[in-house]
């Protein structure tokens, strides 16, 4: 009798071949775990390796029986409950084997505990060993997430209540949006060059794919680029934190409650991901009809998640990377110590709030990953991520030191994942990858002058002059706000840029103002070697001052020195269009930059920075295929919004035209798929 097709499905000799694999693989790595654990405890008696065997099919047992239970629990639970309850079920499964062992061999409560904990551990680690630090064993559990959501997607909608046949690649368009956070043109270059980057280097030197810059523009921050490429509204971002005179607070653009206030005044329904779309860990959520891990939707993912479940209830996800995260806080003290033992210059402190960090931006990655999994299997439309990892690094370590482009070589990995994961996608999916800005290096200015810009501006002044202690991006940073009644200035840095603020002014002070009030600010800025730029408003529109000369940035008048030169052609576009940002300083002041080494001076401390203008930070990227037509000059994340919507409605994913209100720019698109894809031979129009 001929086998039906879920039967030979079942069969097919890869599929046993590869099942028969991971049983061999999960039976020795718990075999060597359970050994190692019970040597490892103390008072406990050895065991022939009979009982050894036994124990590792009791765990396999209890494993298989307790897991698809507790998963249950943690989707039922979600946010923090699924992240506890996900690192107890490891733990749980483990105390369970070990009490039922026939041989007895640990005792009491607390012992078992220890033992199940050192047993999640070791196989934490030896998981990771056996893949050679690669991805395998989290692509083969994403696929199992994915293959899961499609067939209870099909049982929704009538097909067979159980079934062999793994679901059938999808064929409708979809789109990806990755943003690899803070990565500058110049450097993913480079790294694709040196041949770090497999698969972004294997999609341009195959001729499929081309890379571009794009200019980020004034200010060079995440809130302000994903405000233009989500919503098309950059101008309502005047930097990373910024104070508002008519309320008299202080807006901290990464603390949830001020990004859900930003984003009220952001959306006006025609975001980027309107049509159906998802926002993971972005700052806004693009008017997207799902939100998971966003700043300014404040919430873990809910019940509805069923990747941010899978993640926690799996070996290989949230216990996995706890245990690979505590690894990395290791791995970031020896790379600390051997920059103070090199004496490497320009550095920072990489301890405090940092520490914490660094794991928690890997743990976020494989996060993310996980749910954009879910997300393709789903078949949304459009999906829009953002990857932290190596921003997080390069304010601390420097944008291209070795520890940073480590990290960037683990995100080029994870577009080798999505790359994998397309086959079991319900969509046929283009990846655009680009990134939010760059990052500039240099010693900070405190570090150069002995004294930080809030107390140059008190000896300008000789009043107070309040300024929060830590950078803007860290967690304490966030907590809590400046007092602005409690001192007539108030300085707030975001990178090399700053905005000065006279508190006790309801309205935006003009020069002639603010030289009658404090009459050495303005100068005494102006040539304060660490300075390059001082820009104030005045009747005659905003002029910036520099140490040899002023340019009125309306009609282009220099008097002396220009002071923009350094800061190339796009200079003076930048600082007009900041100009009209909402909630501009009455001062904005900008770093020297050094034109040799294009390091520049941050006015907070971090040796990697981005915010102002100089050097990098303004120069970000876009990765595409080559047969994509790009329309327009890419200045501004506006831009970039504009383009890519034209994409979507190219990708019959967004039925009205572009809004004319936004200046035609080039995205960055990647495809999954090769360079034959028909879709890409459609020549993209202008809106």
């Known amino acids: 009798m001929a086998l039906s097709p879920e039967m030979r499905a079942l069969f097919a000799w890869r599929r046993v071949l590869g099942r028969a694999k991971a049983v061999l693989r999960s039976a020795i790595t718990t075999f ?46 979600g946010g923090w409950g699924a992240m506890l309850f996900g690192v107890m079920t490891q733990v749980a499964v483990m105390v369970i084997a070990l009490r039922l062992d026939p041989a007895n061999r640990i005792r009491g409560l607390p012992t078992l505990v220890v033992a199940a904990i050192l047993a999640v551990i070791f196989a934490a680690l030896l998981d990771w060993a056996a893949d050679a630090g690669s991805d395998d064993t989290f692509v083969r559990e994403a696929r199992r997430l994915m293959r899961a959501v499609r067939r209870r997607a099909a049982r929704r909608a009538g097909g067979p209540f159980f079934t062999l046949r793994r679901p059938r690649p999808g064929t409708a368009p979809g789109l990806l949006v990755i943003q690899l956070d803070g990565v500058a043109e110049p450097v993913l270059r480079w790294a694709i060059r040196a041949g770090n980057l497999p698969i972004l280097g294997h999609w341009l030197r195959s001729g499929s794919h081309t890379l571009r810059p794009w200019h980020t523009g004034l200010p060079s921050t995440t809130p302000a680029s994903q405000a233009g490429i989500l919503h098309g509204a950059s101008r309502q971002i005047p930097a ?14 990464n603390r949830p409650r001020d990004a859900a206030v ?33 700043v300014s939707h404040a919430a873990l993912p809910g019940r509805s998640a069923r990747g941010w479940a899978a993640f926690m209830a799996s070996p290989y996800g949230f216990t996995r990377a706890l245990v690979l995260g505590a690894a990395e806080v290791v791995t970031e003290l020896h790379e600390a110590r051997l920059q103070r033992r090199r004496n490497v210059q320009p550095r920072v402190s990489r301890s405090g709030a940092y520490l914490a960090l660094r794991p928690a931006a890997m743990l976020l990655r494989d996060v993310n990953i996980s749910l954009i999994a879910e997300q393709m299997a789903r078949g949304v439309p459009v999906v829009y991520c953002d990857l932290v990892d190596y921003d997080e690094v390069a304010h601390h370590a420097g944008p291209a030191r070795p520890e940073s482009m480590r990290q960037l070589e683990s995100l080029d990995r994870m577009l080798g994942v999505l790359e994998r994961l397309s086959p079991e996608a319900a969509r046929r999916y283009h990846l655009v990858v680009l990134s939010d800005h760059g990052q500039s290096q240099g010693a900070t200015f405190r570090q150069r002058y002995g004294e930080t810009l809030d107390e140059v501006v008190e000896r300008l002044t000789a009043v107070a002059a309040e300024s929060p202690e830590a950078p803007a991006e860290e967690p304490s940073a966030r907590e809590p706000d400046p007092v602005p009644d409690a001192a007539p200035l108030l300085v707030l840095s975001s990178g090399n840029l700053s905005l000065v603020y006279l508190t006790r002014f309801t309205h935006r002070v003009l020069r002639d103002e603010i030289e009658e009030t404090y009459p050495r600010l303005i100068a005494g800025l102006a040539a304060h070697p660490g300075i390059g730029l001082v820009v104030a408003g005045s009747e005659e529109g905003p002029i910036a001052f520099g140490p ?23 200079a003076r576009d930048d600082l007009l269009r900041h100009q009209e940002a909402a909630h501009i300083g009455d001062l904005v002041v900008i770093s020297a930059v050094d034109t040799e080494t294009l390091e520049v001076a941050a006015f907070e401390e971090l040796v990697g920075s981005h915010g102002g203008l100089g050097g990098w930070q303004t120069d970000a990227m ?36 572009v809004r004319e209100q936004i200046t035609a720019g080039e995205p960055v698109y990647a495809s999954l798929e090769s360079a034959s894809d028909p879709l890409a031979d459609r020549p993209v129009t202008g809106g």
């Not at 930003?262 to 993971?280: A, F, H, P, W, Y």
């Not at 002023?550 to 282009?556: E, N, V």
């Not at 008048?557 to 800061?567: C, E, H």
């Not at 831009?639 to 035209?657: D, S």
Request: proline letters at 5%; charged letters at 20%; hydrophobic letters at 45%.
């Open 622 to 657: 876009l990765v595409h295929p080559a047969a994509w037509t790009v329309t327009g000059d890419l200045h501004g994340p506006d831009a970039v919004h504009r383009q890519l919507i034209e994409w979507l409605t190219m990708l019959g994913l967004r039925e009205e035209p």
């Open 548 to 570: 040899g000369g002023t340019h009125r940035l309306r009609d282009g008048l220099v008097t002396g020195q220009d002071p923009l030169l350094p800061y190339g052609r796009e």
């Open 262 to 294: 930003i984003e009220r005044r952001l959306t006006d329904g025609q975001g980027l991901l309107r049509d159906g779309g998802v926002s993971i860990g972005n700052a806004f959520g693009g008017d997207a009809v799902t939100n998971l891990l966003t």
């Open 240 to 253: 990373f934190r910024w104070f508002e005179k008519e309320t008299g607070k202080v807006m901290v653009s």
């Open 32 to 77: 060597v775990v359970v050994t190692v654990t019970l040597w490892l405890m103390p008072g406990v008696a050895g065991a022939d390796i009979v009982d050894t065997l036994n124990l590792v099919v009791l765990v396999a047992l209890t494993g298989a029986v307790l897991r698809p239970l507790l998963l249950l629990g943690i989707t039922a639970l």
